[in-house]
């Protein structure tokens, strides 16, 4: 393999700080349309369906991230490999890794949705209750969602492909596009239409279908790296273990996500809510706020991981340290000021989703307790994704996993059982800093394994 650097590739020659910005600014944009999108289309839903759409769309959580998990799965494993081969200059092995990718991806969706064909009704009966309406709407908004995966999981091989290429910036102007449409989309079907929770879904697969179509169909002329018609030269089977062993971390963190929102939603119904669907409705709002903080969190790794990949995989191990340091300190600010206007705003945020004054009380309630410490929460995850960058899923899996898949849904049974419903949400602030003090003893484990003397983080990139 040849480890030539390819003058092309812009990770390997400019400064640091401005290749970061200039690769996390795009991502930001495109992260925060993105979830603009999904706030708005809340808003939509809230005033002109009703709050039983929300609580539909709030039960619905656990199978939609189950889906981002297995769309990251192919996509985030893609990307690991992919910047490191771009790094290196190695083009045969990106191609191959870029065509896997998509056999990979239409090969889950396809058992995605074979499973919901068997079990969706089932699942919307049980997550429901009693109430038939609702479970009515569950079904219907998963049912599109899931039949419109094949896209969702291709769309995200083609954005994440041209991101490790560099091309920040056209996906940021394309998403804008796109997202705009959606909206526009969404307001027709749910709003002037009166389609509800299927308008939602039929909008936002149409998007995505469109965005698609951009991404792939604009690089024959925009000379990325990777041709098009590398698809069709390469095995769309190669790669997937290798893919699936460096995408599980952060997959198996949105996994996490979805048991953790599952965890929640069954607390509230067995342990006796005082009022189960206002607070399901408030818990769906609470979930699409900080669903939306993510976001830029996301962008935030996900910039710092192609340009760290890039020149690991040059073996320029000083740029990748200076990359991290200024993504950590990045997400440290950007979480502090969220969880500041969180914790003194709580109401006016919620009051945007819904007029119910007692939802939007109740929304101001959740997000006090699941606010609290939410600063540690980006300077983890950015961590998470530099060790999933160089190549060790072991730590890139304990410190994006531990906290959605552990400690939140334990935390949060134990929490119901032992005190109540309303004690649940205490559970949000001991996992953030139980999972910030994981990642500060992983931390400094690897520096003291590679001996911290001079060597500092550049050795991390070289390890097996």
């Known amino acids: 393999m040849s480890l030539r650097q390819s003058p092309e590739n812009r990770f390997l020659t400019a400064s640091p700080g401005r290749i970061f910005v200039s690769t996390a600014l795009p991502m930001i944009a495109i992260m925060v349309m993105n979830g603009m999108l999904g706030i708005i289309d809340a808003v939509f839903l809230g005033h002109f369906v009703g709050a039983d759409a929300m609580a539909a769309v709030g039960m619905a959580l656990p199978v939609l991230m189950l889906t981002i998990a297995l769309s990251t799965l192919v996509s985030g494993g893609m990307s690991s490999l992919l910047a490191r081969q771009l790094g290196a200059d190695d083009r045969n092995a990106a191609n191959a890794t870029f065509a896997g990718a998509h056999g990979l991806a239409l090969t889950i969706a396809s058992m995605l949705i074979v499973i919901f064909?068997?079990?969706?009704?089932?699942?919307?009966?049980?997550?429901?209750?009693?109430?038939?309406?609702?479970?009515?709407?569950?079904?219907?908004?998963?049912?599109?969602?899931?039949?419109?995966?094949?896209?969702?999981?291709?769309?995200?091989?083609?954005?994440?492909?041209?991101?490790?290429?560099?091309?920040?910036?056209?996906?940021?102007?394309?998403?804008?596009?796109?997202?705009?449409?959606?909206?526009?989309?969404?307001?027709?079907?749910?709003?002037?239409?009166?389609?509800?929770?299927?308008?939602?879904?039929?909008?936002?697969?149409?998007?995505?279908?469109?965005?698609?179509?951009?991404?792939?169909?604009?690089?024959?002329?925009?000379?990325?790296?990777?041709?098009?018609?590398?698809?069709?030269?390469?095995?769309?089977?190669?790669?997937?273990?290798?893919?699936?062993?460096?995408?599980?971390?952060?997959?198996?963190?949105?996994?996490?996500?979805?048991?953790?929102?599952?965890?929640?939603?069954?607390?509230?119904?067995?342990?006796?809510?005082?009022?189960?669907?206002?607070?399901?409705?408030?818990?769906?709002?609470?979930?699409?706020?900080?669903?939306?903080?993510?976001?830029?969190?996301?962008?935030?790794?996900?910039?710092?991981?192609?340009?760290?990949?890039?020149?690991?995989?040059?073996?320029?191990?000083?740029?990748?340290?200076?990359?991290?340091?200024?993504?950590?300190?990045?997400?440290?600010?950007?979480?502090?000021?969220?969880?500041?206007?969180?914790l003194s705003q709580g109401t006016v945020v919620g009051a945007a989703f819904v007029a119910d004054p007692d939802v939007i009380g109740e929304v101001g309630r959740l997000l006090r307790p699941m606010g609290a410490v939410y600063l540690f929460s980006g300077p983890v995850l950015v961590l998470g994704l530099y060790f999933q960058a160089i190549g060790q899923p072991a730590r890139a899996a304990l410190l994006t996993m531990v906290k959605p898949l552990i400690l939140l849904p334990v935390l949060v049974t134990i929490a119901a059982a032992m005190l109540g419903a309303d004690a649940i949400w205490l559970a949000y602030p001991l996992a953030d800093g139980v999972a910030a003090v994981i990642a500060t003893l992983v931390l400094a484990v690897a520096l003291k394994a590679r001996g911290t003397a001079g060597i500092g983080l550049k050795a991390l990139g070289s390890m097996p």
């Open 117 to 342: 064909c068997a079990g969706g009704w089932g699942f919307a009966l049980r997550i429901a209750g009693s109430d038939g309406a609702v479970a009515e709407m569950v079904w219907i908004f998963l049912a599109i969602t899931v039949f419109g995966t094949p896209v969702q999981f291709v769309l995200g091989i083609h954005a994440d492909a041209w991101r490790n290429e560099g091309r920040a910036g056209l996906m940021a102007l394309m998403s804008l596009g796109v997202t705009l449409i959606n909206i526009l989309l969404n307001y027709i079907l749910v709003v002037m239409l009166e389609l509800g929770v299927a308008g939602s879904a039929t909008g936002t697969v149409l998007a995505q279908a469109l965005g698609l179509v951009l991404l792939a169909g604009l690089r024959p002329f925009l000379g990325g790296m990777m041709p098009l018609n590398s698809l069709w030269r390469n095995r769309w089977t190669g790669s997937w273990r290798r893919i699936v062993a460096l995408g599980a971390p952060v997959s198996l963190g949105f996994i996490g996500m979805a048991l953790s929102a599952a965890s929640v939603v069954l607390a509230l119904r067995f342990a006796g809510s005082t009022d189960y669907a206002r607070t399901i409705a408030a818990y769906g709002i609470v979930t699409r706020i900080f669903g939306f903080a993510f976001l830029p969190i996301m962008a935030i790794a996900m910039a710092m991981q192609s340009i760290v990949g890039n020149n690991v995989g040059a073996r320029l191990y000083a740029r990748s340290d200076a990359v991290l340091r200024l993504a950590a300190a990045s997400a440290l600010l950007y979480c502090l000021t969220v969880e500041v206007l969180l």
